[in-house]
């Protein structure tokens, strides 16, 4: 999505230390978020909306400022430097409208990203705001993708998917 090696890093960072000594499933969690996983390739629903998205944003020069531009293409707002979560849950609920299927992906990011919950998706206390919440939304979106494709690859990133939501929801 981003800088792929840095949000692994910053994912690696924020959660190893609360997964239990890595916990099972935990490298097959992180290997979904890696730079060769192509996650949008395989996620169905986050190709429907965010491809084109991200196409119009991946000039930008850094996680930064892609991040503020995606946020800015889908009326995401910064109030104080913070994520506006009004603004954000009129996207999420409008997208949800728009593509019914995607309910629990957008009730996820609601439930885990808002009210400041997406600091906790990025180590570095450097990282801007929306690439944090850009983070989250993208961590907590993939593991309840609900409609993956059928190749071999993409059902082994659907398995990943299933056990990093599990080691998620227990450290939660």
Not at 27 to 43: D, K, L, N, R, Y
Request: glycine residues 6%.
């Amino acid at each position: 999505m981003f800088g792929f090696r840095s949000v692994v890093v910053s994912f690696l960072l924020a959660f190893a230390s609360t997964a239990a000594g890595g916990g099972e499933g935990f490298e097959e969690c992180m290997g979904i978020f890696s730079a060769e996983a192509h996650v949008f390739e395989c996620c169905e629903s986050l190709h429907q909306r965010t491809s084109f998205d991200l196409i119009k944003c991946k000039n930008e020069t850094d996680e930064c400022t892609k991040a503020e531009c995606l946020l800015k293409k889908m009326q995401i707002k910064l109030t104080d430097g913070r994520i506006d979560d009004a603004s954000a849950t009129t996207f999420l609920d409008k997208w949800v409208k728009e593509l019914p299927g995607n309910r629990d992906m957008g009730e996820r990011v609601k439930k885990q990203c808002l009210e400041g919950q997406y600091e906790d998706y990025a180590a570095e206390e450097t990282t801007c705001e929306p690439f944090k919440f850009a983070l989250c939304a993208y961590v907590n979106s993939v593991v309840v993708c609900p409609k993956w494709k059928q190749s071999d690859r993409c059902k082994q990133m659907e398995e990943s998917a299933a056990k990093c939501k599990k080691i998620l929801d227990e450290i939660e």
